[in-house]
């Protein structure tokens, strides 16, 4: 028995030593696997995220990297201790173990990053911006700690910090002792990690960085990009909130702060060491430092001492502006540029819709067409400001403020322009009637059409009270321009400081010179050729100005709209598929506006943007009302010149006699007794009025043409049913109203304002008509 029971415990004894021996086996392969998984993690985590980075490292090395290859081990193998080889060659796999593992785990990240294939309406704003500043904020992480501050610490400073979280429980005296024991510790712990790891040589590490954020940082910025367009597309406060987000995690105070503050090295050392600028900045812009200004501050120089600041001015590395800031900025470009596109497009849309939808001539109620043109141009004017502020709401930060706000204030005077000469062109050419002989029907829809469209450019001229803020002089091309090289503060000349800019003479010349029968008006092709002809020795492009700016397809410039009026891309027609096509024409006015870019504008009077819009307006108000006068009177001037013909035709087929007798004419010598008895009644009352010496006439006056009164009557009743209480209020406030918005007012000799309002511009155009 007791030789069955010693087998029995021999027999478990042995089998205890196989599961001991191999449960053993299996630790390398589990340490290896934890060691990948700790470094496919990202190591943010002040010292503790550096202390895990150098021991899976050690780790690596000591158990031989050569044969672990990620999920390729077989479940059977296990790895083995191996005496170190040639330690260069295991620093160099270490090196690229460790940023291979950064790299999989920031592509991870940026697949997360990606949006599920939805329409951008169903995608729900809060939760994008939320799970997008999340992501970018660990891809930030990644970047500044894993891949360039611990890295640099354990690689080249082979030391790195450490924490104890019961020291954070010490106070009073206990505390000196606990930190100096910590700091012992501390030691012991990185000298036993670091000492199991080879020598690294920095300039192959600073090339291995440099390498890998040259690879990876086009690739985030363009999946930053298309995320941060379908952000934009919500509102452009969410666009700004995950904008502040990103700063504060990369040149933020508290951040810069955060990275300096681990004990062993700063982040300019780090940055230093790891990052080669030359290869690193190839398609990448970086903030700039100077000597006299903090290396972090980011604050704009003033204009006397940015001479001076240029010639020591050095390019730093800088994780917003080689990841975020150009990227923003080109965002609030094209942020601006569909916006503005997009009011365009809804403003003529709405009026194409009125249009449409208003009742026949007779029909159309005064009030109506001024409510409906009322709504357009305070919409317009709501959507240009709420692009302003949208686009202000994306200058949240104050190291960058002055220079950003300068930038945007320049593209929201360039954008407005373009939008407002491109309003103005599509209304004119609204205007333009059919060739050939229209019916009675088309006339009078080309009347309820210039009634509304001049309605509508009347409000305008007083109701866009966000053009004088976005137009503002100080904020053209030209002025900033004129800054930049130094024209205001730098000394600069006024020739310097207006080079690549044209004036309105320049292009009044060569628009004169493509206007061959002097009409005012050329057509597109030939204002592409003005504007390069007017900006040729200067950057810019004419003729892909007035394309861009007119939103012009290459395919539609020469050929002929289809019938439906609408060209894709392009700029739209009349509606009516009946008439034939608006012609495609600029007025010089019009390109003024259109090369806002590249022109200089004056500061105020009539060659202003202000001005430009003003008499642009004025020119198509008073050809609408002169049209729709024209046709509103054409009825009744129809049936007074019928009868005014059916009368001479009488007067030639009848005696003079007959005629005077007719139309009441006949003197007090004729035999007719009853004529003869009016023309005395007539006498005696005209001598009672004219005294004793007048008491014979020499003439009778006959009664006044009904045909006449009636004409006149008639034009009354069209003045009488075509406007409305509002049309007799003040257009504007005060003359200081006016001023700002560009109106030049006509005073009299007491200093009151001449503005006319729209019952004395639809009165003068009836009369002008009428008489």
């Not at 943010?44 to 081990?73: E, F, P």
């Not at 004129?482 to 010349?509: F, P």
Request: hydrophobic letters at 40%; glycine letters at 6%; one cysteine or more.
């Amino acid at each position: 028995n007791s030789n069955n029971s010693n087998n029995q415990h021999q027999q478990m004894l042995e089998t205890q030593m196989k599961m001991v021996y191999l449960h053993m086996q299996t630790l390398p392969a589990r340490t290896v696997k934890m060691a990948r998984r700790a470094l496919l993690r990202s190591a943010a985590t002040r010292g503790a995220g550096a202390h895990a980075t150098a021991a899976a490292l050690s780790a690596l090395d000591l158990l031989d990297i050569d044969r672990q290859k990620a999920n390729s081990l077989p479940s059977s193998s296990t790895p083995k201790v191996v005496a170190p080889t040639d330690p260069s060659s295991r620093a160099a796999k270490l090196i690229d173990l460790y940023y291979d593992s950064k790299a999989r785990l920031l592509n991870k990240l940026l697949e997360r990053l990606a949006l599920p294939n939805m329409a951008a309406g169903a995608v729900d704003a809060t939760s994008v911006t939320n799970a997008a500043e999340l992501v970018l904020s660990k891809i930030v992480s990644i970047l500044q700690y894993d891949v360039i501050l611990h890295p640099f610490q354990i690689f080249v400073l082979r030391k790195f910090p450490v924490n104890n979280d019961d020291t954070s429980d010490r106070n009073g005296g206990e505390r000196g002792a606990t930190m100096k024991m910590f700091t012992n510790a501390t030691s012991k712990i990185v000298d036993a990690i670091m000492s199991t790891l080879p020598q690294f040589d920095p300039d192959l590490l600073k090339s291995k960085a440099s390498r890998f954020l040259a690879a990876h940082l086009p690739l985030i910025r363009t999946k930053v990009k298309s995320i941060l367009v379908i952000i934009a597309g919500t509102t452009a406060s969410k666009l700004g909130q995950i904008r502040q987000t990103l700063y504060d995690k990369t040149d933020g105070m508290e951040c810069m702060a955060a990275l300096d503050n681990n004990g062993v090295c700063t982040w300019d050392e780090a940055v230093g060491g790891m990052v080669d600028i030359r290869v690193v900045s190839h398609g990448t812009t970086f903030a700039t430092t100077t000597t006299t200004t903090n290396a972090r501050g980011g604050g704009s120089m003033n204009g006397q001492s940015a001479q001076q600041a240029t010639t020591t001015t050095t390019r730093r590395f800088s994780l917003w502006g080689a990841l975020f800031s150009n990227t923003f900025s080109s965002l609030v470009h094209s942020l601006l540029t569909s916006s503005f596109s997009s009011v365009h497009v809804r403003v003529v849309s709405t009026l194409r819709t009125s249009l449409a939808r208003a009742p026949p001539f007779e029909s159309m109620l005064p009030h109506e067409a001024h409510r409906n043109a009322l709504r357009i141009a305070t919409d317009l004017d709501a959507s240009l400001r709420r692009v302003s502020d949208d686009a202000h709401e994306l200058l949240v930060h104050a190291e960058e403020r002055e220079e950003s706000e300068r930038r945007l204030r320049q593209s929201l005077y360039v954008q407005t322009c373009e939008i407002m000469g491109r309003l103005l062109n599509e209304l004119r050419r609204m205007l333009v009637v059919g060739y050939g002989r229209m019916s009675e029907g088309e006339e009078k829809e080309d009347a309820t059409k210039v009634l509304i469209v001049g309605r509508l450019c009347h409000l305008l001229k007083f109701r866009l009270k966000s053009l004088p803020t976005l137009l503002d002089p100080k904020s053209s091309p030209a002025v900033l321009a004129a800054r930049g090289l130094g024209g205001v503060n730098g000394g600069g000349t006024a020739k310097s400081s207006s080079y690549g800019m044209i004036t309105l003479t320049e292009l009044s010349g060569s628009f004169d010179l493509a206007d061959d029968d002097d009409d005012g008006l050329i057509s597109f092709d030939e204002a592409m050729e003005a504007m390069e002809s007017a900006f040729s020795g200067t950057h810019f492009q004419g003729a892909e100005m007035v394309r861009d700016t007119l939103l012009l397809s290459s395919s539609s410039i020469g050929d002929a709209p289809p019938s439906g009026g609408v060209v894709a891309n392009g700029p739209s027609f009349a509606p009516n598929g009946t008439h034939q096509a608006t012609p495609q024409n600029v007025t010089l006015s019009e390109l003024a506006l259109l090369s806002a870019r590249g022109l200089r504008h004056d500061a105020a009077g009539p060659e202003s943007a202000l001005g430009t819009i003003q008499s642009s307006l004025d020119n198509i108000v008073h050809k609408c009302f002169r049209e729709w006068a024209r046709a509103a009177l054409s009825p009744p001037l129809h049936s007074f010149a019928t009868t005014l013909r059916e009368r001479i035709g009488v007067a030639a087929r009848v005696s003079d006699m007959e005629w005077r007798r007719l139309n009441g004419l006949i003197g007090s010598k004729d035999d007719d007794v009853l004529l003869k008895e009016i023309s005395e009644s007539k006498g005696e009352n005209q001598s009672e009025l004219l005294g004793e010496g007048s008491r014979t006439l020499t003439a009778a006056v006959g009664e006044v043409s009904p045909h006449v009164v009636s004409y006149l009557l008639a034009v009354a009743g069209v003045l009488n049913r075509s406007v409305c209480p509002a049309d007799s209020l003040p257009p504007v406030p005060s003359v200081e109203y006016a001023e700002a918005l560009g109106i030049s007012s006509s005073t009299d000799s007491n200093k009151e304002t001449m503005i006319p309002n729209m019952i004395v511009l639809i009165r003068g155009s009836l009369l002008g008509e009428a008489l």
